[in-house]
């Protein structure tokens, strides 16, 4: 079992750097790492993730609000390239795409994206969570195998 203190700092490196703190975890832990349980490592990183998540959705979704409501809006939207590239994007991968590489970009990036274009759909911070849990179980059993070798 790790410590409060390791465990609050390791969970808050998790919103940061998600894909790295199992494996700093395993890292900075060394030998003890045997002695901590895999479950613990799991737990730390999901909290951490489910904390971030929760923050930057929620603190996303007030931010596009606010900026939807402090501009002025043209009478026609002009389509530009990368316009178009992200409405390709989102409507062949969807909240699914997030969610699968979610541990790939990060908490803030993931959270703040679905907030951008997912906002009306009450399930996307469940599925976002979700997401994130597996990946924490998916790359804490990766840093685990490493460590064994």
Same mark, same amino acid.
């Given at each position: 079992?790790?410590?409060?203190?390791?465990?609050?700092?390791?969970?808050?490196?998790?919103?940061?750097?998600?894909?790295?703190?199992?494996?700093?975890? +395993?890292? #900075?832990?060394?030998?003890?790492?045997?002695? $901590?349980?895999?479950?613990?490592i *799991?737990?730390?990183?999901? @909290?951490? /993730?489910?904390?971030?998540?929760?923050?930057?959705?929620?603190?996303?979704?007030?931010f596009?609000?606010?900026?939807?409501?402090?501009?002025?809006?043209?009478?026609?939207?002009?389509?530009t390239?990368?316009?178009?590239?992200?409405?390709?994007?989102? +409507?062949? #991968?969807?909240?699914?795409?997030?969610?699968? $590489?979610?541990?790939?970009?990060? *908490?803030?990036?993931?959270? @703040?994206? /679905?907030?951008?274009?997912?906002?009306?759909?009450?399930?996307?911070?469940?599925?976002?969570?979700?997401?994130?849990?597996?990946?924490?179980?998916?790359?804490?059993?990766?840093?685990?195998?490493?460590?064994?070798?």
């Open positions: 079992m790790l410590p409060l203190y390791q465990s609050i700092l390791f969970a808050f490196l998790a919103i940061v750097k998600f894909l790295f703190t199992p494996f700093t975890m +395993m890292a #900075f832990l060394g030998k003890d790492a045997g002695r $901590v349980e895999f479950a613990s *799991v737990s730390t990183t999901g @909290i951490g /993730a489910t904390v971030g998540v929760l923050f930057f959705y929620y603190l996303g979704k007030r596009f609000a606010w900026w939807s409501g402090s501009r002025k809006k043209p009478n026609q939207r002009t389509f390239k990368q316009r178009r590239r992200m409405i390709r994007i989102k +409507m062949r #991968f969807g909240l699914f795409g997030i969610v699968l $590489v979610s541990g790939l970009i990060s *908490v803030p990036v993931s959270a @703040i994206l /679905a907030a951008r274009f997912y906002k009306h759909q009450w399930h996307t911070p469940f599925w976002l969570i979700l997401g994130f849990w597996f990946w924490a179980l998916f790359l804490t059993s990766l840093a685990w195998v490493i460590n064994l070798f």
